[in-house]
């Protein structure tokens, strides 16, 4: 990194120094930072509940698992919660929910080319933790559980539409400012320690993915905490290690368009 680049990030408001000193402030506690990186899983429990209900009024024999094949859907309502606490808390800190992002680098497209190059790293380890998981778990290289829920869903043309143009679009850069650009450098600058910020958001970033959609089944569960591990940590390391957000949405619009268009039918 430039001694200019460097420069720039650290005048940046979610740079380490500018979180230190709200920090001392007192601008910014405990509360936020750990309420924030555990609401998205607890928003998403909610927001599949409130598709159960609709579906059970309607005659559905399963209706926690048939509201599960529609989390590309009921996600946004997932996202509406957590940007509403991103506002609240970011407005305490007296700073925008834009500055969870940092800098975005679009001369010669150097973001374009640093997402790719984050795309590299982290598409093989989701890939090859997805395997290892079902090798440990289930014996096979490749397991197909709980078809129409997991994969193979059929949902109606809009769903599809939504799913497929729409979601992607605000999960995935809501997804990174939660874990990321939020939670990940506040806890490291409350903790005083690099290792607890990453154990933490590493831990509840990754238990995310298991509950969407939560099925009570405790090897699927297990299965898809495993398969996302590693890409997870990886993210979370190479945030700290550039603090900018922008490479790391466009790697993860492409994992997410990839995973929609592998799971719908």
């Excluded at 579906?55 to 946004?76: D, F, I, K, N, Q």
């Excluded at 993210?235 to 592998?262: F, N, S």
Aim: hydrophobic share 55%; proline share 4%.
């Amino acid at each position: 990194m430039s001694q200019v680049a460097k420069t720039d990030l650290e005048a940046t408001a979610n740079s380490r120094q500018q979180i230190r000193q709200r920090v001392e402030q007192r601008k910014i506690t405990w509360n936020g930072p750990l309420l924030v990186v555990v609401s998205r899983t607890v928003f998403i429990l909610l927001a599949q509940g409130v598709v159960a209900v609709i579906l059970w009024s309607r005659g559905a024999r399963e209706p926690w698992l048939s509201a599960g094949s529609w989390w590309t859907v009921y996600a946004t309502l997932v996202d509406v919660g957590c940007l509403t606490l991103l506002w609240k808390f970011t407005r305490a800190e007296g700073i925008k929910i834009r500055d969870l992002v940092g800098p975005i680098r679009l001369r010669y497209g150097r973001d374009l080319l640093l997402g790719a190059a984050v795309l590299l790293v982290i598409f093989p380890l989701f890939a090859g933790g997805g395997t290892l998981a079902s090798r440990w778990l289930y014996g096979v290289y490749q397991v197909n559980l709980y078809p129409g829920i997991l994969s193979a869903r059929v949902l109606p043309v809009w769903a599809v539409f939504y799913s497929r143009f729409i979601w992607w679009m605000i999960w995935s850069p809501t997804e990174e400012m939660t874990y990321a650009g939020y939670a990940l450098p506040r806890i490291e600058a409350l903790s005083g320690r690099k290792w607890v910020a990453v154990a933490i958001v590493g831990f509840w970033w990754t238990v995310q993915h298991p509950f969407l959609p939560f099925i009570a089944d405790w090897r699927c569960f297990l299965w898809r905490f495993v398969a996302f591990l590693a890409g997870v940590l990886a993210l979370v390391l190479i945030y700290l290690r550039i603090r900018r957000l922008a490479p790391l949405i466009l790697a993860h619009w492409v994992m997410d368009i990839v995973a929609t268009v592998m799971t719908l039918k």
